[in-house]
C-alpha cells in the first residue's frame, strides 16, 4: 500500500469539535460477513440514517488483494480464502492476533483529502502503538505505520471511499503469527519486512487493551466521540 505522503494530518479541531459516532467491537468474525456489513453501513451512512461508525474484529486466516494487487505476489495461500476487494493497494494477510479496524465515516468538507485522511489513521495508530512504549513512524513513500527506522512494518492501510464515505481501512498486527505472511508479498514487501508489537516488545500484550487504545486514538485524531453499540 504505497501512496505518497504530499499531506500532514489535519488536526480534528479544525473540525467544530467532536462528532457522535458509533463503535462496533465484533470480536471474531469472518471476512466475508464483514465486508457484506461495511457494504450495507455505507450506504445507510450515505442516506444519513445512522452515525459514523468505527468496526473493530479480529478476522481468522485470510488473504485479500486490493486493487493494485500484482497477482505474483501471491505465493502460496494454501487453504486461506482470497477475496479481491476495492481498497486501494496490494495484496495482504489478516488473522488472529492481528486488530482490524473499518471506519465508515462521512469526511466533511475540511477532511476531503484522501491523502489527509491516510496520513490521519497512521497517526493515530502510531500514537497507539507509542503507549505501548514502541516509536511508531511513517516511512517515505509508503503507507503504513513502520517501527523506528523504517525497519519492521507494524500496520498496513488499505481503503476505499464512495461518495465521501470510507470503507476499509486498517491492520495492526499485535500480536500475530508473523510466519504467516509468508504466504504473500506483502503489500509488495518480502515477508521479513513485518513486524508485530508482540515481536517489538519481546512479550504478550493484552488485545483488549490495544483495541481500546486505538478506539481513543481514533476517537481524537478524527473528531468522533466513539460509543460502544452493543451486537
Not at 81 to 109: A, C, K, N, S
Not at 170 to 194: K, Q
Not at 204 to 219: G, P
Amino acid at each position: 500500500m504505497n501512496e505518497p505522503h504530499p499531506s500532514d494530518p489535519r488536526p480534528a479541531e479544525l473540525l467544530g469539535g467532536p462528532k457522535p459516532a458509533q463503535l462496533l467491537d465484533l470480536g471474531t468474525r469472518e471476512f466475508g460477513e464483514v465486508w457484506a456489513l461495511q457494504k450495507d453501513l455505507v450506504a445507510r451512512r450515505q442516506r444519513d440514517e445512522i452515525p459514523d461508525t468505527l468496526i473493530l474484529v479480529e478476522h481468522p486466516h485470510v488473504i485479500t488483494l486490493g486493487r493494485g494487487t500484482h497477482k505474483e505476489n501471491v505465493l502460496a495461500p494454501g487453504d486461506m480464502p482470497l477475496y479481491e476487494i476495492e481498497r486501494g493497494g496490494d495484496v495482504t494477510y489478516h488473522g488472529p492476533g492481528q486488530l482490524v479496524g473499518y471506519p465508515i465515516f462521512l469526511l466533511r468538507q475540511p477532511e476531503r483529502d484522501l491523502h489527509v485522511y491516510l496520513r490521519n489513521l497512521e497517526e493515530a495508530l502510531i500514537r497507539t502503538v507509542g503507549r505501548f512504549g514502541i516509536p511508531g513512524e511513517r516511512k517515505a513513500g509508503w503507507t503504513g505505520v513502520w517501527t523506528a527506522g523504517g525497519a519492521r512494518k507494524l500496520a498496513s492501510i488499505g481503503v476505499a471511499v464512495k461518495r465521501w464515505v470510507t470503507l476499509h481501512g486498517f491492520a495492526l498486527n499485535v500480536s500475530t503469527d508473523l510466519a504467516r505472511f509468508a504466504a504473500i508479498n506483502p503489500c509488495g514487501l518480502e515477508a521479513t519486512a513485518m513486524g508485530s508489537m508482540r515481536s517489538v516488545l519481546g512479550d504478550d500484550i493484552a488485545f483488549e487493551d490495544v483495541k481500546a487504545v486505538t478506539r481513543d486514538e481514533i476517537s481524537s485524531v478524527f473528531g468522533r466521540d466513539l460509543t460502544h453499540r452493543p451486537i
